[in-house]
């Protein structure tokens, strides 16, 4: 269980550069379902149960890239600048390892410091070690991840990439548990999201499923300083009301609710002024899917130390197993 997560965790897939991780998710679902396919766009859409009386197709998503960066131009000196992939923060960029795809590794800086002022991401560079342009190893458009390992800190994980790989934690899991359902479900291992949730449109698109399920983490502010506290470490998976993407479909969101209850576990309902996930895109695919999440709280995200709770973890799988084995009504 724990070597899985840390394979994850640690397999490199900034936004457009999945393969690697989904090769390894394919290699640890294959014998748990009955079809799977990889999209144009990269995406893994592996479909676990066929549609029975009163039953559902269910699209449940999970991404699989990370934030990232990417080479703009390396200069005469060997110094190479980068862009982002998806919200990586000036702040969380200082000072950070990040690593290529061949392995090469790199220290962050930024030109121009002045004290007390925080530098725009143009002005961040990467030191290879590399003494000119012809010397560095990293090319113009070459992508990269910050530098991170899994951490087991008993009661709760670190990594670089809990968003959103304990998203496909908890569906690979999910997926190797469910057993006898009416519904047909569509474990989506997304690519994109951290772009503009590309890959879950074209899946869902092609899915064309009736209700959509994102899985990924959201904020938990429970530290220091934070005004907002209304998500916590250990109080359970999140079920969202609204992100900036989304409005979580009432009728299912008391669906859900349900799901906890006769499962037995804690729930918190999530409310995030901006920001989203996968459903944000699945939502609005054809006539419309009614849509909502389950998150995870994660401190510091985008950051590479992002931290989860074990508990929180285990009981977003319960709660998914428990959703998508049984009938769900359509109160509309
Ligand atoms: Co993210
Ligand atoms: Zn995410």
Not at 23 to 42: H, M, P, Q, S, T
Request: contains cysteine; glycine residues 10%; hydrophobic residues 40%.
């Amino acid at each position: 269980m724990k070597e899985l997560l840390q394979q994850l965790t640690t397999a490199f897939g900034p936004s457009g550069y999945e393969t690697k991780v989904r090769e390894l998710i394919l290699e640890n679902i294959k014998k748990y379902v009955d079809e799977y396919r990889i999209d144009a766009l990269g995406n893994l859409i592996a479909r676990k149960g066929t549609l029975k009386e009163n039953g559902k197709r269910i699209m449940v998503s999970a991404h699989m890239d990370e934030i990232g960066l990417m080479v703009t131009h390396v200069d005469e000196q060997g110094f190479a600048y980068v862009t982002n992939l998806g919200g990586v923060r000036p702040l969380n960029c200082m000072s950070n390892r990040v690593v290529f795809a061949d392995g090469t590794e790199g220290m962050l800086c930024a030109r121009d410091l002045e004290a007390g002022k925080l530098p725009t991401l143009d002005n961040f560079f990467v030191d290879t070690g590399a003494s000119s342009r012809e010397d560095c190893k990293v090319k113009i458009g070459d992508p990269c991840v910050f530098v991170g390992d899994f951490v087991d800190m008993g009661d709760r994980w670190m990594s670089k990439t809990m968003d959103d790989r304990i998203g496909c934690y908890i569906a690979i899991e999910a997926l190797k548990e469910l057993k006898n359902s009416p519904n047909e479900v569509y474990f989506v291992f997304s690519v994109q999201e951290e772009v503009g949730l590309r890959g879950a449109k074209t899946a869902a698109y092609s899915v064309d499923p009736e209700i959509g399920i994102a899985l990924d983490v959201t904020h938990c502010n429970d530290t220091p300083g934070l005004v907002e506290r209304n998500l916590k470490f250990g109080a359970g998976p999140c079920i969202k009301a609204k992100d900036g993407s989304l409005i979580g479909t009432p009728w299912l969101n008391n669906a859900l609710y349900d799901a906890a209850e006769r499962a037995g576990i804690p729930y918190q309902i999530e409310v995030l002024r901006g920001a989203g996930t996968d459903a944000g895109a699945i939502h609005l695919t054809r006539s419309g899917v009614p849509s909502s999440a389950i998150s995870v709280a994660c401190r510091y995200v985008h950051t590479p130390s992002e931290m989860v709770d074990v508990n929180d973890v285990k009981q977003a799988i319960q709660l998914l197993v428990e959703f998508v084995s049984h009938e769900i009504k359509d109160h509309q």
